[in-house]
Structures are given as structure tokens and as C-alpha cells.
């Protein structure tokens, strides 16, 4: 049983009782209804994305390496860039002492 179909049993569910009901519960029962109804429409919206067959992505990863394809540049890691020189005297205060 999907999760749409099971939130539209749980809301029959509460209409039957509410249907049974004569107390101020009646309102709080047909609440639960409209509840029970929005999440059975909204869970029916939820779009997954594209399926992806693996063992055919991987099939195509392999051949790229194997025949020298198109490869992409592999990330910059922490260490591969210089180290930032430290600040000297700035010029204008050198002029100044000598």
C-alpha cells in the first residue's frame, strides 16, 4: 500500500467516526479528515528525480579513463595553493625612517 493510499485510510477512517460522532469532537474528526486528505495529495506531488542505472554510469566512467576521454581537473586541494607572503613596511614608512 502506497503512503497516499494509507493517509486516504486514515482520513475514511476519521470521517467514519466523525460521522458517528455528536459531540464538539465532530469538528475536531472532520479537521483530521482534511488533514489526512492534504498529506495523501501532497505525498502523491512528491517528485523523485531521474533513475539512474549505475552499472551503466560506471560502464562509461571506466571507458573515459580507459580510451583518455574528456576528463575534468580534479579540485584544488588545502595545500596545493602558495602560502600568502607576509606584509612588509610599506614604502611610505621606509622613506620616512631613512
Same mark, same amino acid.
Given at each position: 500500500?502506497?503512503?497516499?493510499?494509507?493517509?486516504?485510510?486514515?482520513?475514511?477512517?476519521?470521517? !467514519?467516526?466523525?460521522?458517528?460522532?455528536?459531540?464538539?469532537?465532530?469538528? !475536531?474528526?472532520?479537521? !483530521?479528515?482534511?488533514?489526512?486528505?492534504?498529506?495523501? +495529495?501532497?505525498?502523491?506531488?512528491?517528485?523523485? &528525480?531521474p533513475v539512474v542505472n549505475l552499472m551503466?554510469? !560506471?560502464?562509461?566512467? +571506466?571507458?573515459?579513463?580507459?580510451? &583518455? &576521454?574528456?576528463?575534468?581537473?580534479?579540485?584544488?586541494?588545502?595545500?596545493?595553493?602558495?602560502?600568502?607572503?607576509?606584509?612588509g613596511r610599506s614604502s611610505a614608512r621606509a622613506k620616512k625612517a631613512g
Open positions: 500500500m502506497s503512503e497516499s493510499d494509507q493517509f486516504r485510510q486514515y482520513a475514511e477512517e476519521a470521517l !467514519l467516526w466523525a460521522a458517528q460522532s455528536i459531540t464538539k469532537e465532530k469538528q !475536531l474528526l472532520l479537521e !483530521l479528515v482534511c488533514t489526512w486528505t492534504q498529506a495523501a +495529495v501532497a505525498s502523491e506531488r512528491t517528485v523523485t &528525480g551503466e554510469a !560506471l560502464r562509461r566512467s +571506466v571507458e573515459t579513463q580507459r580510451t &583518455g &576521454g574528456e576528463r575534468r581537473k580534479p579540485a584544488p586541494r588545502a595545500g596545493d595553493h602558495p602560502a600568502p607572503k607576509k606584509a
